[in-house]
């Protein structure tokens, strides 16, 4: 079968198109014909080895899983012994074991029925983000109907589920992104737009319940500024200028802060469940989200799309095409 593989860490241009075996499925595992993937941050960072303290996980001195990609949709082709929630035919989508190729393997229960309204490039782009977006919202951040949310970075992956997930669970949401973001983020719901070019809504009036932060451009102190006195920050953001620790200084900073103040400070790292990817597929079904795809690659372009990511400017999520019925609307019954 045709993958993307890396045997080095580095930039996009270790990524190289080759032929591979097929991989075998144990007991518990399904083996899935990939139709699409999606392109999430932590796939540039595992691909550049970022940050280096993470490399005895990504595998030393190269990735132990050298077929890079998470996030898949696409048909069962066959399943292990063990496996009783899928059978070969059915379209699924969720988490894999490098969906960047041809065929991939993922457990049981990292995969739900792909949702039916959607292509399989929209369902392939939802697990991560959505995932994450859905935690941060809900779990983390309590949100309750009619309190102020801040979304920063909210045209991006995370911050498009976000948007969506947070009107879904009453919010009064307040984006933040580009003037050039701005019609995009109203049309998946959010009542008000920052044009970070032009505001600094740290300085500004309104105080809001619960801010989910997908930039870091502002200090720890800066967001609390503008957080009710019970208000929660869940600090996500954050990029690899310290090539070492990332955002980890800062994922510290925030747990010691959170001990001193009222408000309450959580950064958090994604526990995947199947739950939750059960949650997305019932809103994307319900149209209550709407996976939004800046652009669409090949498989054979999949080095470009992680550049992509990798440059921080995407408008939503990026989906690698990999089969032609990847972009095809279901059929209607």
Known sequence: MQAVVQETYGTAAVL???????????????????????????????????????????????PKQPVRGTDVAGIVEAVGSGVTRFKAGDAVFGSSNGSYAEYTIADEDALALKPTNVTFEQAAVVPMAGMVALQAIRDHGNVQPGQKVLINGASGGIGTFAVQIAKAFGAEVTAV??????????????????????????????????????????????????????????????????????????????????????????????????????????????????????????????AQAMAHVGAGHARGKVAITVSAEASALPAVA
């Open 16 to 62: 190289q198109s080759r032929e591979i075996p097929k991989p075998a499925i144990a007991d518990s595992e399904v083996l899935v014909r990939v139709c699409a993937a999606g392109v999430n941050p932590a796939d540039w960072a595992v691909m550049s080895g970022l940050p280096y303290v993470a490399r005895p996980v990504y595998g030393m001195p190269r």
């Open 177 to 302: 992104c580009s003037a050039g973001n701005a019609e995009l983020v109203r049309s998946i719901g959010a009542d008000h737009v920052i044009d970070y070019t032009r505001e600094d809504f740290t300085r500004g009036d309104e105080r809001y319940d619960f801010i989910l932060d997908n930039v870091a451009d502002h200090s720890l102190s800066e967001l609390r500024r503008v957080l009710t006195p019970a208000g929660t920050l869940v600090p996500n953001g954050g990029n690899f200028g310290n090539r070492w620790l990332a955002s980890g200084a800062r994922v510290v900073r925030a747990h010691l802060m959170s001990r001193f103040v009222s408000q309450t400070l959580r950064p958090f790292l994604l526990a995947p469940k199947l739950d939750d990817l059960v949650t997305l597929k019932e809103l994307v079904e319900a149209g209550t989200v709407v996976p939004v795809i800046d652009r669409a690659y090949p498989l054979s372009e999949t």
